[in-house]
């Protein structure tokens, strides 16, 4: 290369790096407003719901989530196919051959409508069956199962215009409208609990909130990508879509089950009645951890258009921002969840539904272990070789059942068990991942691991003290809103100093300066919005 050409070089990478952080910080922060007001409305509903259901329907609900996602799979879900294929073709500008896409998506969801269809009325009918729902649930039960198959195949359809945003890594362009989407559909459902409407009532306000985000998306599609359109697909840009649709659909159902196998596990195995104890410890840690998972989803589709162009040095040190920084906010909320978890159920819907310490730090650490596994996963649907992932993906979750099912269903060992089951499965890709994308990026496994042992001992550490902290003060007997100020300072508190804890102790100097660099251009970027 040229003396002229190396500094050039530089220079577009630094201003193609400019670009993909303003754009990182823009969608990230228009899922983080989506997911706060989730947050909000989840907050202010689950105890409605626990109230209003009772702890017996609520708990049937959690469960027929879980099962009803099973079947996900049979929707094709091409819109995944659709926006790993638009990430990894975000510079080019051959418009017609992405309303072919587009076509070749709505062809895909046609061709599976029959399917989703058939399996989703056998398993509406049988489902009361499965659960051992009581005679007068029998018919309820199958109302809810059948609304939640429509809710399927509503949200198949109309996430295309979202995936198309997403692909084109244009998500900020929803930015604070869609909030009003997340309050409407917290407001159908309070309307269905003030109603008296039981669970099916609650079912029938999720479609309706589906139908307006799918209407809203399409709005928002036709302003931000004018291109966005249905071409008629030629026979290889459906045969490529739909090869890619397989393995989504594996992949799918790997998701599926990888996210609601814990809860129908415990259902059946167990009761229905411990599903609620277990899905309220674990809202916090699943709520905010999950806002990683949203926000790494946001940033995921600009590291696409690296990928697509071969650029991996450029990839891998990205990679490794992300990955330091999922580690760095994980590691800080999940120290403040260990110690404070209790306290907030307590306040929240009563200590009674508090499973204890033992689970706490168990559903944390699979939560944790999750967010790396998505991230990952993620980034391997971009380089648009899914095979080993989905097939590691299904000996990992076939894994983490049996193991879940024998401990609670055999040895008797309920949330404990169930936990450690799971998360003993989930080894097999939070080791086989990291090897995929090092084969994929000319990135070694032992290279990686080695970079892992700090931060893993350092959240070893801040886990064990945590939960021995908690563990010992119990959690204090607080009530109203004296009770949630007290909570809301020194859950605050805590965080900030385990985030400082671990920025220091468990990141090195270089991985502390990248993420400082990134800060410090996300909040130019802000400061210039």
């Not at 061709?111 to 029998?138: E, K, N, Q, R």
Request: charged letters at 10%; one cysteine or more.
């Amino acid at each position: 290369m040229s003396t002229i050409g190396r500094p050039i070089k530089f220079i577009s990478g630094l201003l193609s790096d400019q670009g993909l952080t303003r754009k990182a910080y823009l969608n990230a922060l228009t899922v983080v407003l989506d997911y706060g007001a989730s947050l909000i409305v989840g907050f202010l509903i689950t105890p409605l719901m626990v109230a209003g259901l009772g702890n017996y329907a609520f708990g049937m609900w959690q469960v027929l989530n879980r099962l009803i996602g099973y079947i996900t799979p049979a929707s094709g879900r091409p819109g995944f196919a659709l926006k790993a294929t638009l990430a990894n073709q975000q510079a080019s500008t051959d418009y017609d051959q992405k309303r072919r896409y587009v076509g070749s998506t709505f062809l895909i969801w046609l061709l599976f409508l029959p399917l989703l269809i058939g399996i989703g009325g056998t398993v509406s009918w049988f489902v009361p069956d499965w659960v051992h729902s009581p005679p007068a649930y029998v018919w309820v039960v199958r109302a809810v199962a059948a609304l939640l198959v429509l809710n399927m195949i509503v949200d198949t359809l109309s996430s295309i215009p979202q995936v198309t945003l997403q692909g084109e890594n244009l998500g900020y362009k929803r930015m604070g409208m869609s909030v009003v989407l997340v309050f409407l559909g917290g407001s159908l459902t309070w309307l269905a609990l003030y109603l008296q409407t039981g669970i099916v009532g609650v079912a029938a306000a999720v479609v309706a909130s589906t139908l307006a985000t799918g209407l809203f998306y399409l709005w928002v599609v036709h302003n931000y990508a004018p291109w966005f359109g249905v071409a008629w697909p030629k026979p290889a840009d459906t045969r490529q879509m739909l090869g890619l649709s397989w393995w989504f659909m594996g992949w799918n159902l790997v998701t599926s089950l990888m996210l609601a196998s814990d809860v129908v596990v415990l259902g059946v195995l167990n009761s229905v009645d411990s599903v609620t104890n277990y899905t309220l410890t674990k809202y916090v840690p699943e709520t905010l951890i999950g806002v990683l998972v949203i926000i790494i989803f946001g940033i995921i589709p600009g590291l696409g258009s690296i990928i697509g162009t071969g650029d991996n040095q450029r990839a891998v040190r990205l990679r490794s921002e992300i990955n330091s920084f999922i580690w760095l906010a994980a590691t800080a909320f999940g120290g403040s969840i260990l110690i404070w978890n209790g306290t907030f159920i307590s306040l929240w819907v009563g200590s009674e539904h508090y499973s204890g310490h033992l689970p706490n730090l168990l559903i944390v650490i699979g939560a944790m272990q999750l967010v790396f596994i998505r991230s990952d996963g993620n980034i391997i649907d971009l380089t648009l070789r899914l095979s080993q992932k989905v097939l590691l993906g299904l000996l990992s979750v076939i894994a983490s059942v049996v193991t879940a099912s024998l401990l609670v269903g055999v040895f008797k060992l309920g949330i404990v068990g169930l936990c450690i089951g799971i998360i003993a499965g989930r080894l097999i890709i939070s080791l086989g991942y990291p090897i995929l994308i090092g084969r994929f990026l000319g990135t070694p496994f032992s290279s990686q691991l080695r970079g892992m042992l700090r931060p893993f001992a350092v959240t070893i550490v801040l886990f064990l003290i945590s939960t021995v902290f908690s563990s010992w003060s119990s959690f204090p007997a607080w009530s109203g809103l004296r009770g949630w100020l007290l909570f809301l300072l020194s859950a605050s508190s805590t965080g900030v100093i385990m985030l400082f804890v671990s920025f220091y102790a468990g990141l090195s100097n270089a991985q502390r300066q990248n993420i400082a660099r990134r800060i410090r251009a996300m909040a130019e970027t802000a400061g210039s919005s």
